[in-house]
């Protein structure tokens, strides 16, 4: 019989449960006398190696009853018995894990006279060997997901807030608008709109402060401290363009009936497609790095530049372009935690969440805030 072999890769991003896959697999191959290989990944994960040749015929001691037909090969090895002892009641079936499998690792395959892991992501090839194995979620991994995204919800929960707090609990004085109309305005929004000088400081603030708490965000109590705050300056931050999209909505000189509703809802949507996006493909993102970041400063410097040309269009053109960058921002995070992150800082990966989320409803509200003609 013409050699046999299998080739995979064991990769679920926790080395506990790789070493626990090995140790099952080598048993496995132990019992039907195939060889087994084991080549660590540069990357990590490990490559396996089995193959099996044309099985050794099977010797019966004296005395010890005749098999009834021969054994098929991929069928468990019997147990030797001694005669006239009780037969030993076997424990396990040939090709079940020996512990319990952890959430997200790959399923064992039931097909007959194949060994464990052998058809790991489809079915095996002419050739013999089976597709590179795509990277699963160990229970570490979902847990360290957990944290973030509780300490996403928390940060979120608190900027917004605080932001209706600013908008609506705070006492109110009276601006006009350019056509000479009184409008009642709370007090902390009227003091930012009348002073641009502060509004930057106030800017400068969550900026310096955003940095602060990625310094921070492995000193227990302080990181959290410091999100929690960030999360807080961002809801007093956008609160007067909540205001005057509000303003114009009610007016009728918006493009959206309702544009605070429209970003808000559309922000959630464009997170939670890009975060099921990443978990169904499993699909590594990394490639994205360098154009995020070249696409970073085109948006920075045309933001800068729309605000001197007072441009409709142009202004639309950079925050649709804005809008493009954080959704790719929010893919690229959510893939390097899924599949590179040392998952030791959940503070950090939090933060970086809580900002593109910031920028990308910023984005979008100035989109749904437009001039309707």
């Known amino acids: 019989m013409s050699q046999q072999q299998w080739e995979w890769q064991v990769n679920t991003g926790n080395p506990q449960h790789d070493q626990m896959m090995l140790d099952t697999y080598r048993q496995q191959a132990a019992a039907q006398g195939m060889s087994f290989d084991v080549q660590p990944l540069p990357a990590g994960g490990y490559v396996v190696k089995m193959a099996q040749g044309a099985p050794p015929p099977q010797q019966q001691q004296w005395g010890a009853p005749a098999q009834p037909q021969q054994q098929q090969w991929g069928a468990p090895a019997q147990q030797q018995q001694q005669w006239g002892a009780p037969a030993q009641q ?15 690792a790959p399923a064992q395959p039931a097909g007959f006279g194949q060994p464990a892991m052998a058809a790991m992501g489809g079915s095996l090839s002419s050739s013999g060997l089976a597709p590179e194995a795509a990277g699963t979620l160990g229970a570490d ?17 608190i900027g917004i807030a605080v932001g209706y707090a600013v908008l609506e609990l705070m006492p109110t004085g009276t ?16 003091l930012l709109l009348e002073s641009p000088v502060l509004h930057a400081v106030l800017f400068g603030a969550l900026f310096f402060g955003t940095f602060v708490a990625s310094w921070v965000s492995k000193i227990k109590v302080v990181n959290i401290v410091a999100l929690f705050g960030v999360a807080a300056l961002m809801g007093i931050d956008m609160a007067p363009m909540v205001f005057i999209a509000n303003y114009y909505a009610g007016i009728g000189a918006t493009m959206s009936t309702a544009p605070v ?9 464009v997170f939670a497609g890009c975060t099921m996006y990443v978990f169904i493909a499993k699909k590594d993102f990394s ?38 960058l954080s959704a790719g921002f929010i893919l690229y995070q959510t893939s390097y935690i899924f599949k590179h992150s040392s998952m030791d800082d959940p503070v950090d990966d939090a933060l970086v969440f809580l ?19």
Do not use: C, H
């Open 355 to 373: 900002v593109q989320l910031r920028n990308l409803f910023m984005f979008l509200l100035r989109i749904f805030m437009s001039a309707r003609d």
């Open 287 to 324: 490639y994205l790095g360098s154009i995020l970041s070249m696409g970073f400063w085109v948006v920075l410097l045309g933001g800068i530049a729309a605000m001197f040309l007072g441009s409709e269009p142009f202004s639309l053109a950079i925050a649709s372009l804005g809008a493009l």
């Open 141 to 157: 991994r979902i847990k360290y997901l957990r944290k973030v995204y509780g300490l996403l919800a928390i940060s979120a929960f």
């Open 90 to 104: 076997q424990q396990q079936q040939w090709g079940a894990p020996a512990q319990p499998q952890a959430y997200g």
């Open 261 to 269: 509703r429209d970003a808000f809802m559309m922000t959630g949507g």
């Open 175 to 190: 601006m006009r608008t350019v056509g000479g109309t009184p409008v009642a305005v709370p007090i902390l929004v009227k």
